[in-house]
């Protein structure tokens, strides 16, 4: 059995600026501010790490940072159900063939590792016409501060909801940032980078992923490098 961690920004949709605008929006209307929110870097972060660093930038506390997370969390998600549309919204290339081809077999269980919260992933998800039901669990932005403390919330919701048990070595992350790969070394797991999203490949091959892919399309290589135990380590087109 494998276990599949997908991003969702960059891997399975894209988004452009559409969810820095609905953070921003919700911001303002919580906190009064966003902060340098324009020239901050999203790439692999954590929503909470975004907004830890955005607002303890300007000086607010971590303690009142924190009390009001619960009605940020909310906004972001009314804002989310306004901004995110298919028009703002779409699936990457090739995600909705090889998310075909992993829900027909039975050796693959499909989840979630993501830095948006909780509250505003299946929203993204749906508007690119992705089902987010077809994820057994997941770990979220909304969890952690520290995306590499995902890989193992994420294994353990799984367990909860499917009595299964995974060996790390079994677990296979999908993204398109370093950070991603960083998370899967840092839990044990392998992963598959994709250059859809900010970082070429180039960028993303000087990190070592055990498989390196422009996009999803190629479906059968996807699937091999995800699901063969023999599958030696590559980067596509080398």
């Known amino acids: 059995m494998r276990l599949i961690l997908f991003d969702i920004d960059g891997t399975l949709v894209s988004s452009s600026r559409t969810g820095r605008k609905a ?3 919700a911001l303002r209307e919580v906190f009064g501010t966003d902060g340098e929110l324009d020239t901050y870097e999203f790439a692999g972060k954590t929503d909470r790490r975004i907004v830890h660093d955005l607002l303890t930038a300007e000086g607010l506390s971590v303690s009142e940072i924190e009390a009001r997370l619960p009605e940020l969390d909310e906004r972001m998600a009314a804002v989310g159900r306004e901004l995110f549309t298919p028009d703002t919204v779409r699936p990457c290339p090739g995600v909705d063939l090889l998310l075909e081809a992993l829900r027909r077999r039975p050796d693959v269980v499909l989840a979630l590792l993501t830095g948006n919260i909780r509250h505003t992933a ?10 987010p039901t077809q994820f057994r669990a997941g770990a979220f932005g909304s969890d952690s501060l520290d995306r590499n403390e995902l890989f193992d919330i994420a294994i353990e919701r799984v367990r909860l909801s499917t009595g299964l048990h995974f060996p790390t070595d079994n677990v296979i992350i999908v993204g398109d940032t370093p950070a991603d790969i960083r998370c899967a070394r840092s839990g044990g797991g392998r992963v598959v980078a994709v250059a859809t999203g900010p970082y070429p490949a180039e960028a993303l091959n000087r990190h070592e992923p055990d498989f390196l892919f422009s996009d999803l399309s190629d479906t059968d290589s996807v699937l091999q490098a995800m699901l063969n135990p023999w599958a030696v380590s590559a980067v596509e087109g080398g």
Do not use: M, Y
């Open 23 to 25: 953070l921003g929006q």
């Open 122 to 131: 299946p929203l993204k998800l749906a508007a690119a016409g992705i089902d």
